[in-house]
């Protein structure tokens, strides 16, 4: 191993200069402290939890080459969920001087010369454990398993992992979200009680992404949420309408809602990308190679947003189908390019870098918090300070609480709790997947057979920061719209809270100089019971964000509100006390007291 790639025993900053993926010349602060961490206790296995972009790979890369220098090891199996990980495994691997063989096949039965070792997909080493055994047990070997969290999504896989890696005198864990929907146990992971008898995963380093933010490791990220009126038609004949995200209704109606905002032949997916667009404009301004993705839930659909972009820009985008055999190729070509647009449906979702990602537009019905976790990883990844990453999104609840939790630090569950929280908020360790994607009973007609979406209107409805939330809402293409994706794009995460601060307060005065003046008192009004319960709904938002931030109960959150604003319970407080209670936490967020 050169020194020139790894050298220097100085603590390096945390923010060193732009590098191939895997391949920084000097370790951030939190790779050195996790290194030392390995290299003071030697251990067989060892879980290292770092935020997506905050370079775990070569963090491993590190390990590696120390081991190999020791001569503690003398081959490397890189295990990763896809082909094209391999690739950049092995890419990544050959420029600090390890080469690695990523086209390795399990009938080849060995790697090549001159390679130290293989890198091979989770698949592949589950339909031949026993030939993975065999390379294992016939050399000292470190085993580096990416994104280990896969290593539970089939029994078989976990079966096959545990039987292939047994005799590996090393293994290195590595995951960006190490967490679960379901409750399958992931290979070589420590799992311990807490306190309520729940048996979660263990890491032995964690690096999350409210440190990894702090560091300038990552972007601070700005999700651009929008609603609108949906219409669509059920298998009865019956036509609906509903707000996207309006509060009170059910899940079903809220899940055709977002499935006719997506539709690609409405006005929501077109209105949209025209709006992020205008932000990739907006940021290329100060980072001229910034790129955008667009994430789509199927085949058609990336293939009718990539020509909705090709009208709106006059540029043909990338296109990214998991049935393409070109599709690793094609995201090198879009990473080394400063080409606007690439479209994908899952292929990119997780691990691929392509760091120039500045824009997403989130554009699938997925709703599962792994899913999100690792969709929103492709943008935060920093190459040098004040870059900013921006999300638009459907402004439904899931993925609201989400976007609000970003900064919530998750654990693998291995059991679950008896019931869930008695506010029924989000809770990102109770099996969000049923939770989000649940039917309801008293809506199950709304489900079954056809379904045909009409039509759709976006209007802008606000913006997602740091657990707060800012904006007054708006017309597509409004003043209000354009205050926010007119944010400057090198900007750090103090900077963007103070600006959007600043643009809410514009736009509520902007309002309240438009507002008519009243002609005479009027009598006292009848209370908005859909106002307040939209008030309460948002107040529930807002305090679940907080406590998953702080770790505080919502219980004691609603009451710690009370305290300082005054007031009777949430269900008989007025809007007045409601919005007291909203400014408030908004003022815990940014953290004024």
């Not at 775990?56 to 001569?71: E, N, P």
């Not at 989130?362 to 999300?391: D, H, I, M, N």
């Not at 354009?482 to 307060?505: C, K, N, S, W, Y």
Request: charge should be negative; hydrophobic fraction near 40%; aromatic fraction near 6%.
């Amino acid at each position: 191993m050169t020194e020139t790639l790894f050298g220097g025993p100085t603590l390096p900053p945390a923010y060193p200069e732009r590098a191939a993926w895997g391949t920084a010349p000097k370790l951030r602060a939190w790779q050195q402290e996790a290194l030392d961490l390995y290299l003071r206790t030697s251990p067989r296995d060892f879980l290292a939890v770092a935020t997506p972009g905050a370079g775990k790979t070569t963090f491993a890369l590190r390990v590696a080459s120390t081991l190999i220098d020791s001569g503690a090891v003398n081959r490397v199996t890189i295990v990763a969920p896809t082909d094209h990980l391999k690739r950049q495994w092995a890419d990544a691997a050959a420029k600090v001087g390890i080469a690695i063989d990523p086209n390795f096949k399990n009938s080849d039965g060995q790697h090549g010369r001159g390679f130290i070792g293989v890198a091979v997909t989770y698949a592949q080493v589950a339909s031949k454990p026993m030939l993975h055994r065999a390379k294992t047990e016939a050399a000292r070997t470190l085993v580096i398993l990416d994104e280990i969290h896969h290593g539970g999504e089939a029994l078989s896989w976990g079966d096959g992992l545990r039987e292939a890696f047994d005799p590996a005198v090393r293994r290195l864990s590595l995951t960006g979200t190490p967490f679960r929907s379901d409750t399958s146990p992931i290979p070589f992971v420590e799992y311990a009680e807490d306190r309520d008898g729940i048996r979660r995963s263990k890491a032995d380093y964690t690096y999350g992404y409210g440190n990894a933010l702090r560091d300038h490791v990552v972007r601070p990220v700005m999700f651009m949420a929008y609603s609108g009126q949906m219409r669509w038609r059920t298998s009865g004949g019956e036509e609906m309408a509903a707000s996207l995200g309006e509060a009170a209704v059910t899940k079903d109606i809220t899940s055709h809602a977002w499935r006719t905002a997506l539709n690609p032949a409405g006005e929501w997916i077109p209105a949209v990308l025209a709006g992020a667009d205008k932000r990739l404009s907006e940021v290329r301004r100060t980072v001229p190679d910034a790129g955008g993705l667009v994430i789509a839930t199927d085949h058609e659909d990336a293939r009718a947003y990539a020509g909705q972009l090709k009208r709106i820009t006059g540029e043909s985008p990338t296109v990214i189908l998991s049935d393409d055999a070109k599709a690793s190729s094609k995201i090198e070509e879009f990473t080394a390019s400063e080409k606007r647009w690439m479209v994908a449906v899952r292929m990119v979702s997780e691990g691929v870098d392509v760091p120039r990602l500045s824009v997403g537009v989130y554009a699938t019905s997925t709703s599962t918090p792994l899913f999100f976790a690792q969709a929103v990883g492709r943008f935060v990844r920093a190459r040098k300070r004040g870059e900013t990453a921006s999300v638009f999104l459907p402004s439904v609840p899931q993925l609201m609480a989400l976007a609000n939790s970003m900064e919530a630090e998750r654990d693998h569950a291995l059991d679950r709790p008896e019931k869930e929280d008695a506010d029924g908020l989000f809770n990102p360790e109770d099996s969000l997947m049923e939770e989000a994607n649940r039917e309801e009973k008293a809506s199950d007609s709304l489900t079954k057979g056809k379904f045909e979406a009409l039509d759709s209107q976006a209007s802008f409805d606000r913006v997602l920061f740091d657990g707060g939330e800012f904006g007054t809402g708006g017309e597509v293409g409004s003043d209000d719209e354009l205050d926010f994706l007119g944010i400057p794009g090198l900007l750090d995460a103090e900077q963007v809270g103070t600006l959007l601060r600043q643009r809410q307060h514009e736009q509520l005065n902007r309002k309240s100089r438009k507002a008519p003046a009243a002609a005479e008192p009027q009598a006292p009004a009848i209370p908005d019971h859909r106002m307040l319960m939209d008030l309460r709904n948002e107040l529930a938002k807002n305090v679940a964000a907080w406590s998953a931030r702080t770790g505080t109960p919502h219980g004691v959150v609603h009451t710690k509100l009370r305290t300082v604003c005054g007031g009777p319970p949430v269900a008989q407080a007025n809007e007045e006390q409601l919005q007291s209670r909203l400014r408030k936490l908004q003022d815990w967020f940014i953290g004024r007291t």
